[in-house]
């Protein structure tokens, strides 16, 4: 399956090696559709497949030590 991001205007694909990650969008209904407002697409709905990359949150959003992999500490977006 190809991952790319979903925001608006950004074309990052998900290449296997490259520093830039992609992450899934909250469960909880609340912060999910404050992040589907931030993305700006008009009608659009997140799903489970949507994803973003990293390009679209700052450095100290990220725990890199975490189980050797990258994690979102928290999820808000910079877009």
């Known amino acids: 399956m190809v991952r790319i991001c979903c925001a608006f205007g950004c ?4 290449i ?4 830039v990650t ?3 969008f909250p469960k909880d209904e609340n912060r999910r559709k404050i992040c589907e407002n931030k993305l700006r ?12 990359c990293s390009n679209h949150f700052s450095e100290d959003c ?4 975490k189980f050797g992999e990258t994690w979102l500490k ?6």
């Open 11 to 14: 074309n990052e694909k998900f």
């Open 74 to 79: 928290n999820f808000l977006m910079n877009i």
């Open 41 to 52: 697409r008009e009608n659009f709905k997140v799903t489970n497949g949507s994803r973003i």
């Open 16 to 19: 296997k090696g490259r520093s």
């Open 22 to 24: 992609f992450h899934c």
């Open 62 to 65: 990220f725990d890199r030590e």
